[in-house]
């Protein structure tokens, strides 16, 4: 092959040549056409070394692309026509998606194809994705071996011989060396695959008609050829052949016989007759049918078998004379003889209401034989009760499922302002037309007159008249007492006062003693140091008084002055002596008399608490000539009250600042839903450790006459609950006698107040 001065083209990717290089390369591509042909596969290889992808720009710009090898011959071929380069030449294969793979055609290598030298590929397990091949070389002649792309090597290129036109288009052009062979398509061959296989016209049997279609000629490959029967055949076969590549029909023509009908059965509760003709022509076929006594004909007498095989009408049926379907009443039930269906000629059905319906119409009905029921089917309607009417002063509210005042019908009252509900609060409309209970009534709320309490006095304002509901009492006490209990009650809807009524306690000063080396005299008018108290002292002989000789318990709970010490006739030199100060304590009150300097010798300090707490400790505290004191500083802990019980299926919540149960304390009570709370829902630990209410209950429906006599409270004189108790005696028999007319019971809650004492003596049960 010749060659071009310079021992290389010198071809740049970007495309700059020298020119006298240039008109060389285009001999050199003149000359390799002339010698191989215009259409031959030729190879042609650049004269300097380049990247990969250099190398294959090159070959794309003057040639076809880089060389596609397809078998050992053209290796042979090309490790002799080439020559030998130390670093040899790039050849059109490359590892794409991790696959060895032609560039040109996109096609992957086959381990057939494969050509590797001893260990190759990828013997330095690096990225060596381009592939040269071995020209000349001593090792390993023709063989492939992976390179690094940008390595600078020979691009060995290819000019393709296969055109677009080639083999006919009917073919794969397969390239040479110097030529191209075809591979042609099924159905073609030739050796530019210029012709067509053929598979002859097809032989029809009788009645059978052909439709065919012939892209590549007639009766050759891809022909295709459908079949149909003259009418009153059936095409028994393939309905449609193609002539296949190998020159064959891919079926025998099909053949057409006598098209049948399908077969008919006689109906049930029916028979059937049919005729044929003597040659059996499936057209000339007519059955005809009739019914059994007791049934009817529905669907044509008689039926033919057409040329296309189908019958002129469906078979008909034999259908038992029978009644319309019934159904089960609404909130009812249906039993019939016999049970099943349809409902044919002398069935029987009966019929049932749920509790709660009565039966409207025949309770059992019959088939007749026209087809007909005895009677229409029944209905169940609800029971009726009788019509309501709101009570006096009561609102009524109804809800009626099944119509107005019948049966599932439920209506509920409510009392206006004032009021209170005696009986239930809802009836419901039973399945035996009754109500669930006696009409209500609303009976006008009163809470038990309050009495003063014993030195004090009790103003109530009752702003709805002769209802006592949202009354309210406020209590006061007379000068020198305090209030011990709320300050004011409220009635409640349910007829009891908020609360137990308070007392009135003498205010008290704080206790004194005798002084050291002298006497105590106290006058007492309420009790011991109450308001009003006064207290003189004297002294020992030798001994003088230092401070007031008498001091008296004002209304602020303090004495007019501290108490005074006896104090010897020569002054001691204490006047250096001093005790340690000391603090009031908490919730309570101090007093000192200081003689010689704060805290100095013989200093008294008189302790109290304020209501609601008590001393623990010495009451009065003396500074001794040695500067201690008498005494530790006493406490003031708050009063205690009983312990409340936890009682099932009452909720207590109690707030407790002072410790649990100890005065400050205050309870709320509430019940599960359903149950009435009978009492107060709400108690506190007074400053006397008493509660200031009772504990309540719980209870599900109104008390009865024998719960209504009991001790609630012990608060208020037994004489006061005598002296109302005898009216409400007389409220209470009148409600027996309204018990015994068959009216609803009574409430006590309305009636009754929460205070008073009642006795089986004070109870006079004659009417």
Not at 26 to 54: D, H, R, V
Not at 170 to 198: A, L, Q
Not at 254 to 263: E, I, K, L, Y
Not at 560 to 581: F, I, L, Q, Y
């Amino acid at each position: 092959m010749a060659s071009c001065p310079g021992a290389s083209w010198n071809w740049r990717p970007q495309g700059v040549f020298r020119t006298a290089r240039l008109l060389c390369l285009s001999a050199l591509i003149s000359e390799l056409m002339s010698q191989n042909g215009a259409a031959a596969w030729t190879y042609n290889y650049s004269g300097s070394a380049y990247s990969w992808n250099s190398s294959r720009l090159f070959c794309q710009r003057f040639f076809t692309d880089l060389v596609a090898i397809q078998n050992k011959d053209e290796i042979a071929y090309l490790n002799d026509f080439l020559p030998y380069y130390k670093d040899y030449y790039w050849i059109g294969i490359r590892k794409i998606n991790n696959q060895w793979t032609w560039v040109g055609t996109k096609k992957t290598l086959t381990k057939e194809a494969e050509n590797w030298a001893d260990n190759e590929p990828n013997n330095k397990k690096n990225n060596q994705d381009c592939v040269e091949i071995y020209i000349k070389s001593a090792s390993a002649p023709g063989k492939w071996n992976d390179e690094p792309c940008g390595k600078r090597k020979r691009a060995l290129c290819y000019t393709a011989s296969c055109q677009d036109a080639a083999c006919s288009r009917h073919g794969e052009c397969i390239e040479t060396i110097g030529n191209y062979t075809c591979s042609c398509h099924p159905g073609f061959y030739g050796p530019d695959c210029e012709y067509v296989r053929e598979c002859g016209a097809l032989e029809l049997p009788q009645r059978v008609l052909m439709n065919c279609s012939h892209p590549l000629g007639d009766f050759s490959f891809n022909s295709r050829c459908s079949f149909r029967c003259a009418e009153g055949y059936t095409v028994d076969g393939a309905r449609e052949l193609e002539c296949l590549a190998s020159g064959n029909w891919s079926n025998k023509p099909p053949d057409c016989v006598a098209t049948p009908c399908p077969p008919l059965r006689p109906p049930q509760r029916g028979s059937m007759r049919c005729l044929h003709a003597a040659d059996a022509h499936p057209r000339q076929s007519s059955c005809s049918f009739s019914c059994e006594e007791g049934s009817v004909l529905v669907g044509p007498e008689l039926v033919q078998c057409t040329a296309s095989g189908v019958w002129t009408a469906l078979p008909p049926v034999c259908r038992a004379i029978a009644c319309e379907p019934l159904e089960s009443p609404a909130h009812g039930s249906m039993a019939c003889s016999p049970s099943s269906r349809p409902f044919q000629h002398n069935t029987s059905c009966s019929f049932h209401c749920a509790d709660g319906f009565v039966l409207s119409g025949a309770d059992t009905v019959q088939c007749a034989g026209v087809g007909q029921w005895t009677a229409p089917a029944p209905v169940c309607q609800a029971s009726q009760c009788q019509s309501l009417q709101a009570p006096n002063r009561a609102r009524m509210n109804c809800t009626h499922r099944f119509g107005a005042f019948q049966y599932q019908s439920a209506c509920s009252f409510t009392c206006g302002e004032g009021s209170l509900l005696v009986g239930a609060s809802q009836l419901q409309c039973l399945a035996t037309g009754n109500w669930s209970a006696h009409l209500p009534e609303c009976q006008v709320i009163t809470c038990m007159p309050l009495p003063s309490p014993q030195n004090g006095t009790v103003t109530c304002d009752q702003p709805l008249g002769r209802s006592t509901y949202k009354s309210t009492c406020q209590f006061t006490c007379d000068e020198g007492f305090s209030l011990a209990g709320p300050e004011r009650l409220d009635c409640t809807p349910s007829g009891h006062w908020t609360g137990f009524p308070p007392t009135c306690e003498a205010i008290r000063c704080p206790g004194l003693p005798a002084p050291e080396r002298g006497r105590l005299d106290c006058s007492d008018t309420h009790g011991e140091f109450s308001v009003g108290s006064t207290c003189s002292f004297s002294c020992r002989e030798g001994f003088r008084l230092e401070g007031s000789n008498s001091v008296k318990c004002e209304a602020s709970g303090r004495w007019t002055a501290p108490p005074p010490t006896c104090e010897g006739t020569a002054a001691a030199p204490t006047s250096a002596v001093r005790c340690p100060a000391l603090a009031m304590p908490e919730q309570g009150t101090m007093s000192c008399r200081h003689r010689l300097g704060a805290f100095g010798s013989n200093t008294t300090c008189s302790f109290g608490c304020r209501a609601g707490f008590t001393l623990r400790g010495e009451h009065v505290l003396r500074c001794r000539p040695s500067g201690q004191w008498t005494a530790v500083t006493p406490a003031c802990t708050a009063v205690k009250c009983s312990e409340l019980p936890m009682v099932e299926t009452l909720l207590m919540n109690c707030s407790n600042p002072w410790g649990q149960f100890s005065y400050g304390s205050t309870c709320t009570f509430h019940c599960p839903e359903g149950q009435l709370l009978n009492g107060s829902a709400r108690t506190a630990c007074q400053h006397t450790g008493q509660w200031s209410t009772a504990m309540p209950t719980c209870q599900g429906g109104p008390l009865t006459v024998q719960e209504t006599l009991t001790y609630f409270g012990g608060a208020v004189a037994s004489a006061t609950g005598l002296a109302i108790g005898g009216t409400l005696l007389a409220l209470l028999r009148r409600r027996c006698r309204s018990k015994d007319d068959g009216r609803s019971p009574l409430n006590p809650q309305s009636q009754l107040g929460t205070y008073g004492v009642f006795t089986n003596a004070a109870f006079d049960p004659s009417p």
